[in-house]
């Protein structure tokens, strides 16, 4: 029979409007959080990072938010562009445990025109 | 520069053949990761490398897979002997070894299919 896969939770978006991509992470040991952008037939590429000790970091047009009372991470993309149409995952990485991350299952981003 | 190189990008075979995908990392860069992502279980760390030293490799499904890093500019993953059940996209990440977190930069994988 078929298998069923993921589900993907789908963002909507309107060209220029904010993104916001939620994650909630499940170690409250991590140290840090990641956020990862793949676009289709591609691998993840790096899009920021924040460390435990921090509520906030912003980049280029990007903003993470981290809430460690519940657990809650988002991703904040400003003016949101055709080219940010991809699947965001965020990751954990646990002190002491090298490079290795955990991944959740991702958040498709769809940027309508 | 030149990223995370995997090759091959495709790979078709059938059921109980050997499957090798190969992965050079960044120059420079430390550790090494691989990685497997299904539509079932998303992206799934498979074993990973310090200094070519395999560190982690719980996440290696069973005996069928194994892993090499020969010296600080290869890797192998191998399938042996591969079932249907391994289709999946293969990726290989790389990032340098320092006191703490590094991103990892990941190549764009090798899409398997076990016939």
């Known amino acids: 029979g078929e298998s069923v896969g993921l589900h993907l939770p789908t963002l909507s978006v309107q060209e220029g409007d904010n993104s916001i991509i939620n994650c909630a992470y499940s170690?409250?040991?991590?140290?840090?959080f990641i956020w990862y952008k793949q676009e289709s037939g591609k691998g993840p590429q790096f899009i920021i990072d924040i460390r435990s000790n921090m509520d906030k970091r912003q980049g280029q047009r990007v903003t993470v938010l981290l809430n460690k009372t519940v657990k809650h991470l988002s991703l904040q993309i400003a003016a949101t562009q055709p080219g940010d149409s991809a699947v965001y995952f965020c990751?954990?990485?646990?002190?002491?445990?090298?490079?290795?991350?955990?991944f959740g299952t991702g958040t498709q981003l769809k940027v309508e025109l | 520069d030149a990223g995370v190189i995997q090759s091959p990008r495709h790979e078709v075979t059938e059921m109980g053949q050997e499957v090798t995908l190969r992965c050079k990392p960044i120059?420079?860069?430390?550790?090494l990761f691989w990685y497997r992502q299904t539509m079932m279980r998303g992206l799934e760390l498979l074993i990973y490398f310090n200094n070519n030293v395999p560190i982690d490799d719980s996440g290696m499904p069973e005996d069928r897979f194994s892993a090499k890093m020969p010296n600080a500019s290869f890797s192998t993953l191998k399938i042996q002997p591969s079932e249907p059940r391994d289709s999946a996209v293969y990726f290989c990440a790389s990032s340098p070894l320092a006191g703490g977190w590094q991103p990892q930069h990941f190549g764009d994988g090798t899409r398997l299919s076990i016939l």
């Open positions: 170690n409250s040991a991590s140290d840090y």
């Open positions: 990751a954990e990485n646990m002190p002491g445990g090298g490079n290795k991350l955990t």
């Open positions: 120059s420079g860069h430390n550790s």
